[in-house]
């Protein structure tokens, strides 16, 4: 038997050069033992459940977050969350991600400028808390081969770093790069209005050369730094009443997978779910009596 | 007939690896390896030649020993081993050389198999979690290992574009930790304060050595040919492989960190070369699915490749250093084996 034949001739070789490397006895993969939960992406469910603790009364009792349409967010299966975004360092991430994880208990990945990972503590901590690099192969791997939510804020950073005066008016919607990803991963996209945010830590004025000097994309002066002097103002939002209001998921009759997608297609997709919140912003604007008590 | 073989730096940790690893088997005839010096591991039937590091007589050899494939393992990858200049003489001159000598007219080359790393996607906050083969680097290169390596890989291109008849097989390493391999990585991780960046928890993903020279035989005994990421599944941060060492972590500052570095590295504390400055920020993961779909299976994860370097480290700490001994077993096999004294039944 010629098999038979081989396996001795290469025990045999084994015993004439005692080497332990290429044929260890045990062929079983070793996992190691992991210390902490940090996943592939940097969030850690530890991390997140003591973010939960301080963020929780945040979002119960000062921004007192109402929800509309929460149901409409698939409860199984990758969908991409699609948000208005603002405030100088805007609250709305945190309290949508907080409260989706709340009421409907499953995580949400939230897709962030590079600008992040390159500062220190700042990046290390957003990728603890559920921060994923806004790139679109992580985008459609979290979409598609793990089937997780997924937020995104296609304004970028020309979100929060507007003026007050342009409150609730959307930016452009990027290049609708969200769009392509969506289509591609085949899920569908949830459009989120937010009102709230703006109002939670306003933009006075900006200094451009300053922010140029410190490598930062926008460096605000804001209502808060005024109200409550420079270092509490730059991490405490005012108590502006939240209401988020979920617009009905937008599913594209195209197939999944392919690796171009019509540009037209596209722009007018993306035009069409910006419309979108900003109608729903105007209406919610219209029925708001107060900023701080909704 | 068999196939034969020729791996280049014979003298290096994996050439010697790599030429144990195939000795055993029996499919290959010939065995050749190119070193600058003698090899440092016991070989049995490897035949060694001693050549400059720019292959100048590559061209002369493929044609005396018609070998049909080439595992070119001499590739540098760690910027503290030599300088600046020799570092390209070795990367970008010596598989130029190596290169054309596999294709010059009537080469009996079929095979050529490169040994690369994952330092050709960089390490970047612009970078995907995962790279994938096909992905480029997100931004230009900023160190020579990184530069020269990805000009090797346009050589390999080329070189694939002007053969397509030769298989060509490049596998991109992620840092390697294992039970014997010694880089700046483990030199960190096995002093009491392992070097990390203030402010900064990287994603990192390792490969055990075993996998690595697992994965080459692999693809040279079942002439895979292809572009492959190798390294185990997962990612760490940083701050959890210390921990796994038991080591306490010294937070460089995040501005200025080389300058800092330095004279830690001066005074032989710790090991940071420009390509760890960059890893320690932003860290790296690479996708391994296309060598897993090809048929490779890996034995560890990137946690396993942490454990089996923290146990090889405690082991060492107990009984000293590892150093290749005295064996018996082989000498008395050699003895029974060559020796005219002893009478073997089909001399009877």
Not at chain 1, 82 to 104: C, F, K, Q, T, W
Not at chain 2, 122 to 148: I, Q
Request: net charge neutral; charged share 25%; with cysteine.
């Amino acid at each position: 038997m010629s098999t038979g034949k081989t396996v001795v001739e290469k025990s045999q070789r084994a015993a004439l050069i005692p080497l332990p490397s290429t044929t260890p006895p045990d062929p079983k993969v070793r996992n190691g033992t992991r210390l902490s939960d940090v996943d592939e992406w940097g969030r850690s469910e530890h991390m997140r459940s003591l973010v939960r603790q301080v963020g929780d009364p945040m979002y119960r009792w000062w921004f007192r977050v109402e929800w509309e349409g929460l149901e409409k967010i698939p409860t199984t299966g990758g969908a991409l969350l699609v948000a208005n975004h603002a405030g100088a360092i805007p609250s709305d991430a945190p309290v949508i991600m907080h409260g989706i994880e709340r009421e409907l208990g499953r995580p949400v990945y939230g897709l962030a400028d590079y600008f992040f990972r390159t500062f220190p503590l700042v990046g290390t901590l957003w990728s603890r808390v559920g921060g994923v690099t806004a790139h679109p192969d992580n985008a459609f791997r979290l979409l598609r081969d793990q089937g997780q939510l997924v937020l995104v804020f296609p304004e970028g950073t020309k979100g929060p770093s507007k003026s007050f005066q342009d409150r609730y008016r959307l930016r452009r919607f990027g290049r609708g790069g969200f769009i392509e990803i969506a289509m591609r991963a085949g899920v569908p996209v949830v459009p989120i209005a937010v009102v709230g945010a703006e109002e939670s830590m306003p933009i006075l004025f900006r200094l451009p050369g300053v922010a140029k000097a410190v490598g930062v994309p926008y460096l605000p002066v804001t209502l808060n730094h005024l109200l409550l002097g420079p270092i509490v103002g730059s991490v405490l939002h005012l108590p502006s009443k939240f209401k988020l209001h979920v617009l009905d998921p937008i599913t594209f009759d195209v197939p999944a997978g392919q690796e171009r997608y019509s540009r037209s297609r596209i722009m007018e997709e993306a035009e069409n779910i910006r419309q979108r919140i900003q109608d729903q912003l105007w209406e919610m604007l219209a029925q708001r009596r107060s900023v701080w008590l909704g | 007939m068999g196939r034969r073989v020729l791996i280049t730096g014979l003298d290096t940790f994996w050439g010697g690896r790599m030429a144990q690893a195939l000795e055993s088997n029996p499919d290959i005839d010939v065995l050749v390896g190119l070193g600058t010096s003698e090899p440092k591991v016991q070989l049995e039937r490897t035949e060694f030649v001693r050549t400059d590091q720019v292959y100048s007589v590559l061209t002369r050899l493929v044609r005396a020993t018609q070998v049909d494939t080439i595992v070119h393992l001499f590739l540098v990858t760690d910027s503290t081993q030599m300088s600046r200049r020799k570092l390209h003489e070795v990367n970008v001159i010596g598989s130029m050389n190596l290169f054309a000598a596999c294709g010059s007219a009537g080469s009996s080359i079929r095979h050529v198999i490169v040994k690369s790393s994952s330092l050709v996607y960089g390490s970047s906050a612009y970078d995907p979690t995962w790279f994938r083969e096909e992905m480029p680097h997100s931004r230009p290169a900023r160190n020579y290992v990184e530069r020269s390596l990805i000009e090797v890989e346009t050589f390999v291109r080329d070189f694939a574009e002007d053969n397509p008849h030769t298989l060509v097989t490049v596998l991109r390493f992620a840092n390697v930790l294992g039970t014997d391999i010694a880089t700046p990585m483990t030199f960190n991780l096995s002093r009491p304060l392992v070097p990390s960046i203030a402010g900064f928890d990287p994603l990192v993903q390792f490969v055990e050595e075993d996998d690595v020279i697992r994965s080459l035989e692999f693809v040279t005994r079942n002439e895979v040919p292809g572009l492959y990421n190798v390294a185990g599944d997962g990612r760490i941060p940083w701050s959890e492989v210390a921990a796994m060492c038991d080591r306490k972590l010294l937070g460089l500052p995040p501005f200025a960190t080389r300058a800092a570095a330095a004279g830690l590295v001066r005074l032989g504390l710790i090991m940071f070369p420009p390509e760890m400055d960059s890893l320690l920020r932003f860290g790296r993961g690479v996708d391994t699915r296309r060598i897993k779909e090809a048929g490779f299976n890996f034995r560890y994860t990137t946690a396993g490749a942490v454990e089996s370097f923290v146990q090889a480290l405690r082991l060492r700490r107990t009984v000293g250093t590892s150093e290749p001994h005295y064996q018996y077993e082989s000498d008395v096999e050699s003895f029974f084996r060559h020796s005219p004294a002893v009478i073997r039944p089909s001399d009877r």
